[in-house]
């Protein structure tokens, strides 16, 4: 039955298999494969043509982090080495496949974890990151929350997600020069990056679906202490300064966020019936593609989140979340991560959770904060 | 090159809060070839027998010729010495006062030796101590002998002070492993298990002495088909986890729990002893700590170690759930040993209550091992029950002690009180 075997676990597997069933590493090719660790730069010969038309006067680097020798993060229960048989060999605690939990740290500044959560029986959330190695300078954070119950949302959502990336990769634009042009364009290169996202939810649909792949979409992008962001459907970006008064940047397209719109509280939206019921979304039925989009200027360290409903469903409001980014006590972005998730796991791990984190610190604080910028929530159309 | 595999039977469903993971491993080795061939080191080969004054003219002849018959199946190049025992352990053969106490097999040795055992002239008493701290001196007079096994055979009850014997069993665990064998109905079943089971070998009743020399030569002959000379078997459980038992089921119920040694503060290993090509099956129960309905994890990993290479590995799970029917299922297998093992612990219990003169307690205890015998298939263990019982209801286990009993039958059914049957898988 074995053809060949894996080379992550040394475990049999058949030839065309993409994962092992054994260690659930990806098989064959990684670069195309494995939802990497890290992003890959842009090869010579990437079509670039999908990209925004003010082409990059350069294309930041992005540098590989270091795996594990042996590939293998460590529990995510105890933190203890996991054996080839991908349990825990100290506590024996099962370690969810590199679909069902995979993280990303582009740079020291900025990482995110995606994880299946504990209620759902596959991951369908996706995020694909990119950082320069320069903290501050320029991220971009991507999050699709594939919705359950349709055919391989989880493939599609993870496609998605890279596939924006790849729009996003090259720096926005500056647009000719008032805050409205700028804007304009901006837009203009998160609409492509959502056409790219669904193009690829799309191509994922099965032949004859009765339920075709469908997506969220997030995306957030730092370009020194411009802070733009937008969204299809209700997963969020937030900007949660240290100390300060943090907001919720997106605006959900929700039936929840219609009622509050209405005049009902936000926990009794989120909480009733309706409150996880989108509005808008990607996919090969999508009522309406283009994202509401903004940008902010961010002058003061502080984090950058951007995360499924996995997450907010436990902590909607900015001061919620503050409580729990205090709690974990770290400015390290990927423990934050880490920890923003088992807190998520640790109220019932209902969703899929993705949480995504910029670590803004030193380089904008003191730079005077250009109130007139904001621009929640409008989108072009 | 020897392959080992293990495959693992077990519901691995928890109810919430449920805390205890029973399992049972299947570990079967293939291409074991032969003993002292492998590259590993040399096979050694010490017959030991039984030369007390007790032992009958006819008895004695037919343990000479079982004890040639067994020479004939040790592989030529295998080191070899012939013990004679009474009240004190004589080297028959290699004549030899100092030096290696053992010599190669070949033509000329194993026509010497057996001329040394027709020389055997039955008189003294028995001081089994003394032969088994014999075998020992022996295998250790030839270091490159590193598979180490020895046959046993005696037809009385050891005369001397039990914890001289206790001590000599002490001393050769983990060294040798040692087939025993019990001729006529003089000898305590119970004395010569204990021996057998710390050695890591087999017990038997040879009822008459035509049956003997066939006895010898399926002991030897299997003796020389393991190759793989010793292994162990350890067992992982995770931290905070309690091994509750460790026991070989199949082909006999050895209860190992006590014979652990710790490899790392998470794993203990269990003597197996040497390997030819067979399945050997052992019941694992682990206590974990009860966790979240959906949560699954790892409650041991079970695993065949040569020297520190583990060459095969099983994982026992435990998942939570709250669907009832998941968790309520006992795995057939689980059932089928656990059924097993309290047959054979019903068998001796009752003949030990029965030799005690605890008529109530017996028929109880062997009504029980009817039934139990009866539910797990053990057709062996049935058809040695009724020769010591009478059976009125198998199903409800009602039996009452037949008052005649052939002392053989009766012991035949305590040895072979351990030997357990398979289901189909």
């Known amino acids: 039955m074995s053809d060949t075997t894996c080379p992550s676990c040394g475990a049999g597997v058949a030839a065309d298999a993409k994962f092992c069933e054994s260690c659930g590493k990806p098989i064959g090719d990684p670069a195309t494969a494995a939802p990497t660790t890290t992003a890959a730069p842009a090869a010579a010969g990437d079509?670039?043509?999908?990209?925004?038309?003010?082409?990059?006067?350069?294309?930041?680097?992005?540098?590989?982090?270091?795996?594990?020798?042996?590939g293998r993060r460590p529990c995510v229960s105890c933190g203890g080495t996991v054996g080839p048989d991908t349990y825990c060999e100290q506590c024996g605690t099962k370690q969810p496949s590199e679909r069902d939990h995979f993280r990303e740290t582009p740079a020291p500044w900025v990482a995110g974890v995606c994880d299946r959560g504990i209620r759902h029986t596959r991951n369908e959330d996706a995020m694909a990151l990119l950082a320069s190695p320069t903290a501050g300078e320029r991220a971009v954070l991507v999050v699709l929350d594939g919705v359950s119950n349709t055919d391989d949302s989880d493939k599609a959502s993870l496609a998605g997600a890279r596939a924006a990336r790849e729009v996003l990769r090259t720096p926005l634009p500056r647009g000719m020069g008032t805050p409205e042009s700028r804007l304009s364009a901006v837009t203009s290169v998160f609409a492509d990056a959502v056409k790219a996202a669904n193009d690829a939810v799309v191509g994922f649909t099965p032949e004859g679906s009765e339920h075709p792949p469908s997506a969220t979409f997030v995306a957030a992008i730092v370009e020194g202490s411009v802070l733009s962001y937008a969204n299809v459907g209700d997963s969020r970006a937030y900007w949660l300064p240290d100390g300060g008064q943090g907001v919720q940047l997106s605006v959900d397209d929700s039936a929840a966020q219609l009622q509050i719109e209405a005049g009902m509280s936000r926990l009794e939206a989120e909480s009733g019936p309706q409150g996880h019921a989108i509005t808008r979304w990607l996919g090969r039925d999508a009522p309406d593609l283009a994202p509401r989009v903004g940008e902010v200027t961010i002058d003061a360290d502080g984090w950058v989140l951007v995360c499924s409903d996995g997450l907010w469903n436990y902590a909607s409001e900015p001061d919620a979340l503050v409580a729990q980014i205090a709690a974990a006590a770290t400015s390290e972005p990927e423990a934050l991560a880490v920890a923003l998730t088992a807190f998520a796991n640790a109220q019932g791990g209902q969703d899929n959770i993705t949480v995504a984190l910029a670590r803004i610190a030193g380089q904008n604080a003191g730079a005077t904060a250009d109130q007139g910028h904001i621009d929640q929530g409008e989108s072009h159309g | 090159m020897a392959e080992f595999t293990a495959a693992v039977y077990q519901n691995e469903f928890l109810p919430d809060g449920g805390t205890d993971v029973n399992a049972i491993v299947t570990v079967t080795c293939a291409g074991a070839g032969t003993a002292g061939q492998t590259g590993g080191g040399s096979a050694g080969e010490i017959i030991i027998v039984d030369t007390s004054g007790s032992m009958g003219p006819e008895t004695m002849a037919a343990a000479k010729q079982a004890a040639q018959a067994a020479l004939a199946e040790i592989v030529d190049g295998t080191w070899f010495a012939v013990i004679a025992g009474s009240d004190r352990a004589m080297l028959a053969y290699p004549k030899v006062s100092s030096g290696p106490g053992m010599v190669q097999m070949d033509a000329s040795t194993r026509s010497q030796a057996s001329e040394s055992i027709g020389a055997f002239v039955g008189s003294g008493g028995t001081a089994i101590s003394t032969w088994l701290d014999l075998a020992l001196t022996l295998f250790a007079s030839v270091p490159q002998v590193t598979q180490r096994h020895a046959i046993l055979l005696t037809d009385g009850e050891n005369r001397e002070d039990s914890n001289k014997l206790d001590a000599a069993i002490r001393n050769a665990t983990g060294v040798f492993q040692c087939d025993c064998r019990g001729a006529g109905t003089d000898w305590q079943v119970g004395e010569i298990r204990r021996i057998a089971q710390a050695l890591l070998g087999t017990v038997d009743i040879i009822p008459s002495p035509e049956l003997m020399q066939a006895?010898?030569?399926?002991?030897?002959?299997?003796?020389?088909?393991?190759?793989?000379?010793?292994?162990?078997?350890?067992?992982?459980?995770?931290?905070?986890?309690?091994?509750?038992?460790?026991r070989q089921v199949s082909p006999t119920v050895e209860d190992l729990t006590d014979r652990r040694t710790e490899v790392n503060p998470l794993t203990g290993a269990y003597p197996t002893g040497a390997w030819s090509d067979e399945s050997r099956d052992y019941h694992v129960g682990v206590r974990?700590?009860?966790?979240?309905?959906?949560?699954?994890?790892?409650?041991?990993?079970?695993?065949?170690?040569?020297?520190?290479?583990?060459?095969?590995?099983?994982?026992?799970?435990?998942?939570?759930?709250?669907?009832?029917?998941?968790?309520?299922?006992?795995?057939?297998?689980?059932?089928?040993?656990?059924?097993?093992?309290?047959?054979?612990?019903?068998?001796?219990?009752?003949?030990?209550?029965?030799?005690?003169?605890?008529?109530?307690?017996?028929?109880?205890?062997?009504?029980?091992?009817?039934?139990?015998?009866?539910?797990?298939?053990?057709?062996?263990?049935?058809?040695?029950?009724?020769?010591?019982?009478?059976?009125?209801?198998?199903?409800?286990?009602?039996?009452?002690?037949?008052?005649?009993?052939?002392?053989?039958?009766?012991?035949?059914?305590?040895?072979a009180s351990t030997k357990t049957t398979r289901i189909k898988k």
């Open chain 1, 47 to 70: 079509d670039l043509g999908s990209g925004p038309i003010s082409a990059p006067t350069h294309i930041t680097p992005v540098t590989a982090g270091t795996p594990a020798p042996d």
């Open chain 2, 288 to 415: 974990v700590a009860a966790k979240a309905i959906g949560q699954e994890q790892l409650a041991a990993r079970v695993q065949l170690a040569l020297g520190e290479d583990i060459v095969t590995q099983g994982l026992v799970k435990a998942t939570w759930s709250n669907d009832s029917e998941l968790t309520a299922k006992i795995d057939q297998q689980v059932a089928h040993y656990t059924g097993q093992t309290e047959l054979a612990a019903m068998i001796q219990e009752g003949l030990a209550a029965k030799a005690a003169g605890d008529e109530a307690t017996a028929t109880t205890k062997l009504g029980r091992a009817v039934q139990l015998a009866a539910e797990t298939g053990n057709d062996e263990a049935t058809s040695k029950l009724r020769k010591v019982v009478d059976v009125e209801d198998e199903k409800e286990g009602t039996v009452k002690l037949k008052r005649t009993v052939d002392k053989a039958d009766e012991m035949a059914l305590d040895t």
């Open chain 2, 215 to 246: 006895q010898f030569q399926e002991m030897m002959r299997t003796a020389m088909s393991r190759g793989v000379a010793d292994a162990q078997l350890r067992v992982w459980t995770p931290q905070g986890a309690q091994v509750l038992f460790v």
